[in-house]
């Protein structure tokens, strides 16, 4: 009978687990083509407004398959229930039979985003970094800081965010862990930081290209739709390395889909993520570069974190 | 947290619900346009071969969404695993939040087909039934023939296989129940019984249109493909009633599909089976009406009993 591992118990396997390992791993499967993930499943809901993703797949020649439900439903916070909902299933691959259950309420997908940024980091960032830069508050923002930290020890910060009671609570709650300056604006960010993690949903761009200074590396978490832009498209321009989480996603979302659409780059100067990690020529190769991965998510993330879970659970027994 | 309902647990619930009842309810929300229903996700595998389906939907303004995941992996016998697993997951349709986590290794499927059986006898077979044929010898032939005790209290059954090793299994395991005799075809079948269900999935037609007798009821559950064919197309022609479990399925696979392509009958003249519940006119009017209902199988029902059993699940808590 499948295994059910509720969000504490995944919560207390994490800390055990290399989960910035496994999202290299996976995405080097996918940009050698190693995965099978057909298109997103959605349902859509109007009364109360809602929805919710079906996200599937496996690794060629691995022992599980994995589905993803995640749901989001705005109206939740009215009842005290959380936006964002939903479960990851395991299947052996060789024989259908379910494995597990993690019923992990969106957390695993928050997860497998910061930890993609800390890889982002690891690969592109300068090897000096003065100070990290934040933009937003949300729990991404807090999850990218706190991954970082397995990156580099720099605990010097600075923050920004629209709201400014919710960049309040945001030092109140990590004040204590890093040395947390707030900025007046993103440009104020751009000046003080060299490495820099955007991840808003705002549809219109933040950094621009004028305010970035030689040598720093930004990590686009927010935008994921058409809609969505965090960065100026002059500003992949100005980048020398462009690098995308998928590049079949990024012709329809994310930042560089909006910079290609604005004619500031071409789409072949893009390079994928699991390709760049597997060659140091298609990494930063000076401290003067200025670097870019645009993260829109990807399903083998997924299908990664689920299994080193699972793996995580089925050590520890 | 979502409840997780194990196989056995599912069958001691299925006692106590009418699941012939959620069918016909079931049917009718869909054919009155009141489900929503995506296309099916789909995975593949090589290494076993095996494949992997993702049924999705729910019923506008209720109480929930449910997603079954059904695998076919056709080497697992070698193995002693059943070839089939899967589960059912049941979803608040109003936040997300996940309630119900139903392991039921593909029995619930196995059950709404069944019960669609039952549920197509007791608005088409004739008033009295003289005998029951059943045609093929697996699980389903079994389960329909005990659903449609529910509908019918006729005993005299006359069963056909192609496996006569098969058949004696059949006969051993049902005949205490039935007074069961063996057909030497299924012409044979079709002289004896005016209530047949035929479950095999066979790409040869069984039923010829000459051997069916006037009066006569025929559920044909096997055929859900473009290839497979239990009824000879000049059968449906033959037929007063022609009724499809979901016209938009029954232009690209089963029974209909075959007389269709043809040139037996014609589209317009087949009625869904959940329009037809619900209008006298549409159902069999005299006892001496051919009548045929080609059931493919529709997403509906698993939604429906999905539902059933956890409403089963929380009245007896």
């Given at each position: 009978m499948a295994t059910v591992i509720n969000l504490e118990e995944i919560k207390s396997i994490l800390k055990n687990i290399d989960?910035?390992?496994?999202?290299?791993?996976?995405?080097?499967?996918?940009?050698?083509?190693?995965?099978?993930?057909?298109?997103?499943?959605?349902?859509?809901?109007e009364k109360p407004?809602?929805?919710?993703?079906?996200?599937?797949?496996?690794?060629?020649?691995?022992?599980y398959y994995v589905i993803k439900v995640a749901?989001?439903?705005?109206?939740?916070?009215?009842?005290?229930?959380?936006?964002?909902?939903?479960l990851m299933l395991l299947f052996d691959q060789k024989t259908g039979v379910p494995k597990a259950i993690l019923l992990d309420e969106g957390h695993l997908t928050d997860i497998r985003t910061a930890a993609a940024g800390a890889l982002a980091a690891r690969y592109f960032a300068p090897k000096k970094i003065k100070a990290i830069g934040i933009i937003g508050t949300g729990i991404q923002a807090k999850l990218q800081l706190q991954y970082l930290q397995k990156h580099t020890p720099c605990s010097s910060i600075w923050i920004w965010g629209r709201n400014k009671e919710n960049v309040k609570k945001f030092v109140q709650e990590l004040g204590t862990d890093f040395n947390i300056q707030i900025a007046e604006s993103p440009s104020e960010i751009a000046k003080n930081c060299n490495l820099i993690v955007t991840t808003t949903p705002s549809e219109i761009a933040l950094l621009k290209a004028e305010d970035?200074?030689?040598?720093?590396h930004i990590t686009a978490v927010g935008?994921?739709?058409?809609?969505?832009?965090?960065?100026?498209?002059?500003?992949?321009?100005k980048a020398d390395i462009v690098i995308a989480d998928s590049i079949p996603q990024s012709k329809s979302r994310g930042e560089i889909y909006k910079a290609v659409s604005d004619g500031k780059i071409s789409e072949n100067t893009v390079i994928e993520l699991?390709?760049?990690?597997?060659?140091?020529?298609?990494q930063r190769t000076s401290e003067d570069q200025i670097t870019i991965v645009d993260l829109t998510g990807v399903a083998v993330?997924?299908?990664?974190?689920?299994?080193?879970v699972y793996n995580g659970y089925l050590k520890n027994k």
């Open positions: 989960i910035i390992a496994a999202m290299e791993e996976g995405f080097i499967q996918y940009s050698n083509g190693n995965t099978v993930v057909p298109p997103v499943g959605e349902l859509l809901f407004k809602g929805d919710a993703h079906i996200k599937y797949g496996y690794i060629k020649n691995d022992d749901s989001g439903f705005y109206d939740n916070v009215k009842l005290g229930i959380a936006s964002s909902q939903g970035i200074q030689v040598g720093t935008s994921d739709t058409e809609h969505k832009q965090e960065l100026e498209s002059e500003l992949l321009k699991g390709t760049a990690v597997q060659d140091l020529k298609l993330q997924d299908i990664m974190i689920t299994k080193a």
